[in-house]
Each structure stands twice: as structure tokens, then as C-alpha cells.
């Protein structure tokens, strides 16, 4: 069996969507079991200052717990895709790109109200393209 080495750019990309899909996965199991007092908060007070601006999250209180599951179980499939990946497994790319484009579909699902997503739809896209052309070192 021949001993294939990963190469810098997917090593790269592997650890960048370790480390997003790893901090997402904790904050969206976090905001799950915690979402009845976030709930409670946003019905208190619906608008934020940040940065000097106010901001508006009254749409918090309105969306379901799970959501956050959701989008934290589509997160976790993103992480395994890269971790099979970074094993060189070709099947993590198909996981990563599922996962992405599920997480582009269930904030529209929940939060109809939500804009286009075109800033995150680039992103993945181009992950999933550099993802792709990585795949000629994978098995």
C-alpha cells in the first residue's frame, strides 16, 4: 500500500474548519440547553447596543431550541468530513459538503425572515472548492 502525504493546503483548510466547526458545535449544544433563559432575556429586552450601534435580536426569542441542535449536528458532520479528509479519506468530502450546504438551508428554515446568506454561501463555496481539488490525494 502506498503511503500518500496531505498536502499543506488541505492540512490548512482542515484545521481551519477544525477549529470553526469545533467552536460551533459548542456554542450551538451550549445555546441548546440554555435557550429557555435566553428566551427569557430577549423577552425583556429585544435590542442591544454593540460597538455604538444598536442592534436588534427580538428574532431570538421567536425561533425554536431546536435550531441550535440542528445546526449543531450539521456542524458535526462538517468536522467528521474534515477529519476524514485530513485521514485522506474521500467520503469527508461529501460529509463537508452536505453539511454546508444543510447549514445554509436551516437558518432559512427557522428565521424565514433572515437575508440571503450570501457572505456564508461564498465561504462554503469556496471551501468546498479547494476542498474538491484536494480530493486527487485522497482515497
Not at 50 to 68: K, R, T, V, Y
Not at 109 to 117: A, G, K, N, Q, Y
Request: proline fraction near 4%; glycine fraction near 6%; hydrophobic fraction near 55%.
Amino acid at each position: 500500500m502506498e503511503n500518500k502525504e496531505r498536502p499543506e493546503l488541505l492540512t490548512i483548510l482542515c484545521i481551519l474548519t477544525f477549529i470553526g466547526s469545533g467552536i460551533s458545535i459548542l456554542v450551538n449544544g451550549f445555546l441548546f440547553l440554555i435557550y429557555d433563559q435566553i428566551r427569557d432575556v430577549f423577552e425583556q429586552q429585544d435590542s442591544y447596543l454593540l460597538f455604538g450601534s444598536e442592534i436588534d435580536l427580538s428574532f431570538l426569542a421567536n425561533i425554536s431550541s431546536w435550531f441550535f441542535l440542528w445546526m449543531g449536528l450539521a456542524q458535526l458532520i462538517s468536522f467528521s468530513g474534515a477529519l476524514q479528509m485530513f485521514q485522506l479519506k474521500k467520503r469527508g468530502f461529501h460529509l463537508y459538503a452536505i453539511a454546508q450546504i444543510t447549514l445554509l438551508i436551516i437558518p432559512k428554515l427557522f428565521i424565514p425572515s433572515l437575508p440571503f446568506p450570501f457572505l456564508e454561501m461564498m465561504i462554503s463555496a469556496v471551501f468546498i472548492l479547494l476542498y474538491y481539488k484536494n480530493r486527487q490525494f485522497m482515497s
